[in-house]
């Protein structure tokens, strides 16, 4: 095995059926998008190279740019919600509390159900009339807090960062869960013999030995949340006024709505120089070491 491992042209030939495969549907895609971004087009009449006339637009469209700001509130809302949530539930179930399998389950179970179906379902329980949102309110006699949640533009954002929540939580639960399991019961062992608590076992065993995964699920959840258009379109449309528009609707508002996809290509290249970016910052910020039992 070590011999067939060795040879460089054996793993050219498994490697390169899935290179192919990458570059056709990845990297082929993403030099076509932007050229496109460096033309008028509608893909039906002749293009008209513009340069980078598009991408000078998007400086002055204040629908853009309150799209990038909605993302930039996802991202935070995200983090704040998704981490620590995930973390604390995560330690919870990893000490075995009773029904932890049942639990597991039950906060995994929302990041399976599809984004539209989830958009769906909280559209009816955030309805200003019959929904459950406000009539908890009301039994609880806070009509004065009860809102048109997605129909008005201070609430909506608000309302769509705990959809998020609700649903990618559990997933980002799980994947730091399977962090914990990885580490040896023997430093835990150790630690109790010690008289260390549950909270010191935490700080300096469970949280230092998961970084690494950490540091992972801390792009996923940034670039997830910069690339959310199937939650957000199912439930607003991007509105009331643009004020929950993103920028992955505004992409698809622009292209498919408008018929400008130069200019939805540009919009396209800068989520992906966006989502690049936020990996670089994140490696650069969270510094690992490799880990050895």
């Not at 039950?106 to 329980?125: E, K, R, T």
């Not at 018929?259 to 910020?285: D, E, Q, R, T």
Request: charged residues 10%; hydrophobic residues 50%.
């Amino acid at each position: 095995m070590n011999r067939v491992l060795s040879n460089k042209k054996i793993i050219a030939i498994f490697i390169l059926p899935t290179l192919i495969l990458y570059t056709i549907f990845v990297l082929i895609p993403i030099g076509y998008n932007v050229y496109l971004s460096l033309y008028q087009t509608d893909l039906i009449s002749k293009n008209r190279f513009i340069g980078f006339r598009n991408y000078t637009n998007l400086i002055s469209d204040k629908i853009f740019l309150q799209s990038l700001k909605n993302n930039g509130l996802l991202v935070l809302g995200s983090l704040i919600a998704h981490l620590p949530l995930a973390l604390f539930f995560g330690n919870m179930i990893f000490k075995k509390i009773q029904g932890s399998h049942f639990f597991q389950s039950v906060f995994f179970l929302p990041s399976v159900i599809c984004g539209a179906g989830v958009g769906m379902l909280f559209n009816m329980v955030y309805n200003s009339e019959f929904g459950i949102v406000n009539a908890l309110l009301k039994a609880a006699h806070l009509e004065n807090w009860q809102h048109a949640w997605l129909s008005e533009e201070s609430t909506v954002m608000i309302a769509l960062i705990v959809v998020v929540m609700w649903k990618y939580v559990g997933y980002h639960m799980v994947i730091q869960l399977a962090a914990m399991k990885s580490i040896p019961t023997s430093l835990y062992e150790a630690a109790e013999i010690d008289g260390a608590t549950s909270f010191q076992q935490f700080t300096k065993i469970t949280f230092p030995l998961i970084k690494h995964v950490i540091k992972i699920d801390t792009v996923l959840i940034i670039t997830g949340s910069l690339k959310y258009f199937d939650l957000i379109w199912s439930m607003t449309k991007g509105g009331p006024n643009h004020a929950s528009e993103v920028l992955a609707t505004y992409m698809y508002y622009q292209g498919f709505r408008t018929m400008k996809f130069g200019y939805a290509s540009a919009i396209g290249v800068v989520l992906l120089v966006l989502c690049v970016l936020v990996i670089w910052i994140v490696n650069h910020i969270i510094k690992t070491e490799k880990i050895s039992y």
